[in-house]
């Protein structure tokens, strides 16, 4: 038995910027852009917050689901980009959606926050301590774009994901074949720090990256991981219908399907239209398979996700 996705939910902002408008803000091209990430266009904030886009997905996973907001237990939100420290997004979700019996707090594990999310709730679920979770991945990156570095502000983009989580099964019989790592020694490798020190020296308050060190990093760890995965799970690689993975670089994604031997298939991207959104991508890719109807009861996905911190994780979800 597994904790089951009962419903999905996702919310982009209206405006939406290509690479041409990019290329009018700093030396770079569409050609460059599209070559070396996929990305052709993003949507980014104009009146939308993380709190709003978190509860707009909120909402849209509640009804795919069917179930009452009042049902839900427990509210995890992932981000790294909200507006305000205080109150967390999670609670103005709460009160947003209505869902007055649930807990609720926030996260930050960057891009692996879904994957983090999943398996916070996933043990909750398995303690027996709540039935019906609502994970959300909910982004304004925007707010901490350098719009003068191409080397990030051609990636990011804004959007929430949400997805309602429930325990198929007494918390006893739980499976959660889900694994998280994480590596503080190379966190120097993306960086963004929040207004001012004790010393009120201000701090840089944009994301710093080293493309090239994640690049190579995540390429080398989400293999690994799904393999874990799949060694908790007991399953094989070709017996995967589905990988989601954090949409970061269609480069990334290409070079992991390559390393697993698997057809680019059924590595699924939405990259193309939003890029990389931290940890809405994992939740928003799979609202839009759900959407599209390309999810069947019974198949097989392992969702993995990297990112900040360094982290990375990933989990075995049948649908
Ligand atoms: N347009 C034109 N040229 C550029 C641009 C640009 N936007 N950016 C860099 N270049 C140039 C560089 O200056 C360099 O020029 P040089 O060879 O003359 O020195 C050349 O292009 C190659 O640069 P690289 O950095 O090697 O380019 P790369 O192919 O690695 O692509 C990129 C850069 C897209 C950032 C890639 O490294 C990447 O996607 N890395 C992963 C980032 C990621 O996954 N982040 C996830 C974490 S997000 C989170 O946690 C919130």
Redesign the pocket.
């Known amino acids: 038995m597994f904790v089951k996705i009962a419903g999905t939910g996702s919310v982009l902002p209206e405006r939406v910027v290509d690479n041409f408008e990019i290329a009018r803000m700093?030396?770079?091209?569409d050609e460059?852009?599209q070559t070396?990430?996929g990305i052709r266009t993003r949507h980014i904030a104009g009146k939308e917050t993380v709190a709003s886009m978190a509860a707009e997905a909120a909402k849209r996973a509640i009804e795919d689901a069917g179930i009452s907001p009042e049902e839900i237990d427990l509210i995890i939100v992932s981000t790294?980009s909200a507006e305000q420290s205080l109150p967390c997004v999670a609670c103005e979700v709460q009160k947003e959606i209505g869902a007055v019996r649930a807990a609720a707090f926030d996260l930050n594990s960057?891009?692996s926050g879904f994957i983090t999310g999943y398996q916070m709730a996933a043990g909750q679920m398995k303690a027996g301590l709540a039935k019906t979770a609502l994970v959300i991945g909910s982004e304004c990156?925007s707010n901490y774009v350098d719009w003068s570095d191409?080397?990030?502000c051609?990636?990011?983009g804004d959007g929430a994901g949400a997805a309602i989580l429930r325990a198929d099964g007494a918390p006893e019989e739980l499976e959660i074949p889900s694994v998280l790592h994480a590596d503080g020694s190379k966190g120097d490798s993306?960086t963004c720090s929040l207004g001012h020190g004790k010393d009120k020296v201000p701090y840089d308050e944009y994301?710093r990256?080293d493309?090239?060190a994640?690049?190579k990093f995540?390429v080398r760890k989400v293999p690994e991981v799904i393999r874990e995965v799949l060694s908790l799970s007991g399953h094989s690689v070709e017996e995967i219908d589905y990988f989601v993975l954090h949409q970061?670089?269609r480069?990334?994604i290409e070079a992991i399907a390559k390393r697993l031997r698997q057809d680019e298939a059924r590595f699924p991207m939405n990259i193309m239209d939003n890029g990389?959104i931290?940890s809405a991508c994992i939740p928003m890719l799979l609202d839009d398979m759900n959407r599209k109807g390309l999810l069947k009861p019974g198949m097989k996905l392992v969702l993995a996700g990297?990112?900040?911190g360094l982290t990375w994780g990933g989990f075995y979800l049948e649908w």
């Open positions: 700093v030396d770079t091209s460059w852009i070396r990430t790294v960057a891009c990156l191409r080397g990030t051609i990636l990011f993306l994301y990256m493309g090239r994640i690049f995540a970061a670089n480069r990334i990389n931290s990297f990112g900040a």
